[in-house]
T-cell receptor, first 112, second 116 residues
Framework: SQQGEEDPQALSIQEGENATMNCSYK?????LQWYRQNSGRGLVHLIL?????REKHSGRLRVTLDTSKKSSSLLITASRAADTASYFC????????????FGSGTQLTVLP | GAVVSQHPSRVICKSGTSVKIECRSL??????MFWYRQFPKQSLMLMAT?????????EQGVEKDKFLINHASLTLSTLTVTSAHPEDSSFYIC????????????FGPGTRLTVL
């Protein structure tokens, strides 16, 4: 079963705006990862945040992790039309750090 | 970064036939490979975990006799969908993991299977 639930399921914004996606999970984790998937393609790894980290940045991406609330957010700043894709969070559980469980995903559409 | 390939990228077959999908790590040795299935507009569901030289571990609800996995070397794992049916039509994605990658899995580009 899926570990993570993401919201919103779909998000449509204008170019230049920020996009925020949220992920909630149920059990203790070793780390949480965010992936991007263009339609019909494989996954691209965006960022990994460990359970002892609270925030991480990579370019226009900012990820936060709140282990007390079992939630994470992905913020994409100054979005571009090329950011249009599905975004998934994936959790690696404590004690099974290799295996990932994916969330339900957010379909992001950035309108030019 | 590490590269994982899948072959074929797309396959159409008749109901009842078997289809083999290959997953290769091109520039590193993968201790573990994972096979996922993704239905349209849905998330990835883990089917099985494959360790080189040992039997694959299947997730609950995945038939091991239908989805045969062979991880014969540190760079190659294969998934064979036996006696395929239309409901097996899906996007199959593999990923590879190695100890030096810490917790990052490297994903293949996926294989679109359509069973007529």
């Amino acid at each position: 079963s899926q570990q993570g639930e993401e919201d919103p399921q779909a998000l449509s914004i204008q170019e230049g705006e920020n996009a925020t996606m949220n992920c909630s999970y149920k059990t203790s984790i070793n780390n949480l990862q965010w992936y991007r998937q263009n339609s019909g393609r494989g996954l691209v790894h965006l960022i990994l945040i460990r359970s002892n980290e609270r925030e991480k940045h990579s370019g226009r991406l900012r990820v936060t992790l709140d282990t007390s609330k079992k939630s994470s957010s992905l913020l994409i700043t100054a979005s571009r039309a090329a950011d249009t894709a599905s975004y998934f969070c994936a959790t690696a559980l404590s004690g099974s750090a290799r295996q990932l469980t994916f969330g339900s995903g957010t379909q992001l559409t950035v309108l030019p | 970064g590490a590269v994982v390939s899948q072959h074929p990228s797309r396959v159409i077959c008749k109901s009842g036939t078997s289809v083999k999908i290959e997953c290769r790590s091109l520039d590193f040795q993968a201790t573990t490979m994972f096979w996922y299935r993704q239905f349209p507009k849905q998330s990835l569901m883990l089917m099985a975990t494959s360790n080189e030289g040992s039997k694959a571990t299947y997730e609950q609800g995945v038939e091991k006799d239908k989805f045969l996995i062979n991880h014969a070397s540190l760079t190659l794992s294969t998934l064979t969908v036996t006696s395929a049916h239309p409901e097996d039509s899906s996007f199959y994605i593999c990923s590879a993991w190695t100890a030096s990658s810490y917790n990052e899995q490297f994903f293949g580009p996926g294989t679109r299977l359509t069973v007529l």
